[in-house]
């Protein structure tokens, strides 16, 4: 239970996006779900949350800002969305029962594989817990993040790291971390589409029906580690949405194309995508082949320079 006396009344958390480094998405199992085989590693692109605590009780507002190089506007969230359902559970499991508002800057895009909507729903776990006054265990953690995400599970183990990344198989719940690397450099590049996860699912789905995927290569965790600590020139890591969506979507092939003409040392679909991320070696070159690619598409990350 929370103590009030020890309760906060306003905090600020960051909240960073990912990208899969290779991702195998296995049949779709009875249960609904889907296993997924990937390399998770988050990246310093950010969103900023402000929660503060309310005198009403039992009340989640949001408010949402997007912020991007074309300017800043509003954004009009569901009434039921990813941070009241992360309040809800929280509520449910710790008895807490005082309101918050949560102010949102973001700048990690919407619908874009890089894992913002889950990175601010861990976040403000961490964030209640704080407020609150309630320390959780990480297996509690986990219970709220059944009931709002896959990849919440992930987030969870960011929490205050600079960098963090994980073998991440299951639905998304386990999660293996191992020391990342700081040599990477990224640029991500996010057509203007949305890709719908469910959509993306149903995809890869009928694309199993249909025999014009087979289960699947790259599975193995010490296969998928190895290969990451390899030099990027030499990896050959793939995501089962890649195929799927380009035969849809031709833009996400053409900028997986652009990145590799600019010098990436590897580029493909983060996620059910649709943003796209290039991996250079060399900060140097990573910054001249942001530059030439901004001419034509929205470079939402200016990483790790």
Request: aromatic share 12%; with cysteine; charged share 25%.
């Amino acid at each position: 239970m929370y103590n009030e006396h020890t309760m906060l009344h306003e905090i600020r958390v960051l909240a960073p996006a990912k990208v899969n480094i290779g991702l195998t998405v296995s049949p779709k199992r009875s249960d609904g779900f889907h296993t997924i085989y990937s390399i998770f590693t988050s990246i310093p692109l950010y969103d900023d949350l402000i929660i503060s605590s309310l005198e009403e009780n039992d009340v989640c507002k949001v408010q949402c800002k997007f912020l991007s190089d074309d300017g800043d506007f509003e954004v009009a969230l569901p009434e039921k969305n990813t941070l009241t359902a992360t309040y809800r559970a929280f509520c449910e499991l710790t008895g807490v029962n005082f309101g918050i508002h949560v102010s949102i800057q973001k700048r990690i895009p919407m619908g874009g594989g890089l894992g913002g909507g889950s990175s601010d729903a861990a976040s403000l776990i961490y964030a209640l817990e704080q407020l609150s006054g309630v320390s959780l265990k990480m297996s509690e953690r986990y219970l709220i993040a059944e009931k709002v995400g896959s990849d919440v599970f992930f987030f969870l183990h960011c929490w205050e790291k600079k960098y963090c990344s994980a073998f991440v198989t299951g639905r998304g719940e386990v999660v293996k971390e191992f020391e990342p690397r700081t040599d990477l450099y990224f640029v991500v590049l996010c057509p203007k589409l949305h890709s719908s996860t469910k959509e993306a699912y149903a995809a890869i789905d009928e694309w199993y029906q249909r025999g014009k995927i087979r289960d699947v290569k790259l599975k193995n965790e010490s296969d998928f580690v190895q290969m990451y600590n390899s030099a990027v020139s030499d990896w050959h890591f793939s995501n089962t949405f890649t195929s799927v969506l380009t035969e849809k979507y031709p833009i996400i092939e053409e900028a997986i194309s652009d990145l590799k003409k600019a010098g990436a040392l590897y580029a493909d679909m983060s996620g059910s995508g649709a943003s796209v991320f290039g991996v250079f070696q060399d900060k140097e070159k990573c910054k001249v082949s942001l530059e030439k690619l901004r001419a034509k598409w929205n470079c939402y990350a200016r990483l790790s320079f």
